[in-house]
């Protein structure tokens, strides 16, 4: 059902590198968000965007940056990745309207050694 | 402190047999409440949404209820299938600001045995 698509869908790099989590959505959302998923705890919104060259933090402090160029691409940043930074990554996207329901991607767990 | 709690926090049950997922939330003003189907390595997939003025919503063999009275919802699931296992999480919304504040369960990780 989900035209939203992240790649890696698994990363794993040495501490400091510096790494771009991609997504991108075919469904013209003007809404996207990255959402961070540790096994057993909630989703953690980390950064959203209304449409073009709107980003926002989330509710979770993030080493992070992101990007919106284009309505179809989100990507994620981490500059200088660290062992911390192990985790899922969810990209979603969702309509203008208020409380839209989220379509997310399939994810990327990174590792950080 | 989270506004969103499930119980049980992971049920395993047989293949054909029924089961109820609960939810409680002290979310505040309450907008609607979405039930998230996660399969192991993939995304979350919305199953229904809530509204404030609806009590039942079916969708093929899951039913959700919601009371906001109390602030509690449930999925229940019909003669379950080794399809169903997977993680369902509960998310409300809130309609106190433009972005729609969502609130995340932690969810839980249903397994079907057959």
């Known amino acids: 059902e989900a035209d939203i698509y992240q790649t890696p869908r698994y990363l794993v790099i040495g501490t400091g590198k510096k790494i771009t989590l991609e997504c991108s959505q075919t469904m013209g959302h003007d809404k996207m968000y990255w959402y961070q998923q540790d096994p057993g705890m909630e989703l953690h919104l980390i950064h959203y965007?209304?449409?073009?060259?709107?980003?926002e933090k989330g509710d979770l402090s993030s080493e992070s940056t992101v990007s919106r160029i284009r309505t179809e691409h989100f990507p994620l940043t981490l500059e200088s990745a660290r062992p911390s930074h192990t985790s899922q990554y969810l990209c979603?996207?969702?309509?203008?309207?208020?409380?839209?329901?989220?379509?997310f991607g399939s994810g990327t767990q990174l590792s950080v050694l | 402190k989270n506004q969103v709690e499930q119980s049980p926090q992971s049920l395993i049950i047989l293949e054909g047999k029924n089961c109820t997922l609960q939810c409680n939330y002290t979310v505040s003003p309450f907008s609607n409440l979405r039930w998230y189907k996660q399969d192991t390595g993939r995304g979350p997939v919305s199953l229904t949404i809530m509204t404030f003025s609806e009590n039942t919503k079916s969708n093929g063999r899951y039913t959700a209820t919601l009371d906001a009275d109390t602030k509690q919802s449930s999925l229940h699931i019909t003669a379950s299938q080794l399809s169903d296992s997977a993680s369902y999480i509960c998310v409300v919304s809130d309609r106190g600001s433009t972005l729609g504040r969502l609130y995340f369960g932690r969810g839980t990780q249903l397994t079907v045995w057959p």
């Open positions: 965007s209304y449409g073009v060259n709107s980003t």
């Open positions: 979603a996207s969702s309509e203008r309207q208020l409380n839209e329901k989220l379509f």
